[in-house]
C-alpha cells in the first residue's frame, strides 16, 4: 500500500463539470501539496495546505488532518484544466515530499 | 524568466554512457531537491540539499548515481553507466527558507530533464 493514494486514477468529464479528485495518506504529515503536471512534465504547484480549505479561481482544496485525507475541487472545469493532478505530502519527519501517482483529467468540450 | 531552469530538456544516450544534469534554481532558494519520475507515476524523491550540504539520500540513489551542489546555487546530477531502467524524468525542484520554520515551505519545479536511454 502506497503511502499516499489518489483517486480516480483517470477522470473523464465534460466541459462546464464539477470535479473532484481524492487523496489519502497514511502518515503523519506537516503539509499537502496539489500538483498540476501538463503534457511535456512541467509540474506547477497549485496549493499547499496543512489545515481547512484554500481556493484559487475555479481551484478549492480541502484537507481533513484527522482522517488523513484531502480533495482538489476544480468549479466549472474546461479543456485547459485537462492535465495530471498529483498529491504530495512532506512528512513531519523529514523534508522531503512523497507522491500519489497521479490522476489523469481530460475535460472535452 | 526567474524559476527553476533545468539543462538538457532532453537526453538520448547508449547503455553505458555517463550522463550530467543541471538545475539552476531560483535565486536565494536555501533547498534543492531531485526527484525521478517514470512514465505513468508520481515523482519520487531522490535527494536534498541545504545549500552545499546534501542532507538526505533516498535508496534509489544508487553508487551509480552521484549529486553535488559545490557552492550552494546549481546543482549537478550524474548518472554512470548508464542503464535502460534509467530513462525516466528527472526533476529538480527548489524552496525558500521561510523565517522561523523550515516547515511549510512551498517547492517549485524546474521543467524536468527527460532521459532515454537505448
Known amino acids: 500500500k502506497n503511502e499516499v493514494e489518489q483517486s480516480p486514477q483517470n477522470l473523464t468529464a465534460q466541459e462546464g463539470e464539477f470535479i473532484t479528485i481524492n487523496c489519502s495518506y497514511s502518515v503523519g504529515i506537516s503539509a499537502l501539496h496539489w500538483l498540476q503536471q501538463h503534457p511535456g512534465g512541467g509540474i506547477v504547484s497549485l496549493f499547499m495546505?496543512?489545515?481547512g480549505k484554500k481556493k484559487h479561481g475555479r481551484l478549492i482544496a480541502t484537507i481533513n488532518i484527522q482522517e488523513k485525507h484531502s480533495s482538489l475541487h476544480i468549479t466549472a472545469s474546461h479543456p485547459r484544466d485537462s492535465a495530471v493532478y498529483i498529491c504530495?505530502?512532506?512528512?513531519?519527519?523529514?523534508?522531503?515530499?512523497?507522491f500519489g501517482e497521479g490522476t489523469q483529467l481530460t475535460v472535452n468540450p | 524568466d526567474t524559476g527553476v531552469s533545468q539543462d538538457p530538456r532532453h537526453k538520448i544516450t547508449k547503455r553505458g554512457q555517463n550522463v550530467t544534469f543541471r538545475c539552476d534554481p531560483i535565486s536565494e532558494h536555501n533547498r534543492l531537491y531531485w526527484y525521478r519520475q517514470t512514465l505513468g507515476q508520481g515523482p519520487e524523491f531522490l535527494t536534498y540539499?541545504?545549500?552545499?550540504?546534501?542532507?538526505?539520500k533516498s535508496r534509489l540513489l544508487s553508487d551509480r548515481f552521484s549529486a553535488e551542489r559545490p557552492k550552494g546555487s546549481f546543482s549537478t546530477l550524474e548518472i554512470q553507466r548508464t542503464e535502460q531502467g534509467d530513462s525516466a524524468m528527472y526533476l529538480c525542484a527548489s524552496s525558500p527558507r521561510l523565517a522561523g520554520s523550515w516547515d511549510h515551505n512551498e517547492q517549485f519545479f524546474g521543467p524536468g530533464t527527460r532521459l532515454t536511454v537505448l
Open positions: 504530495a505530502v512532506k512528512e513531519t519527519s523529514g523534508s522531503r515530499l512523497t
Open positions: 540539499f541545504q545549500n552545499e550540504a546534501q542532507l538526505e
Open positions: 495546505l496543512s489545515s
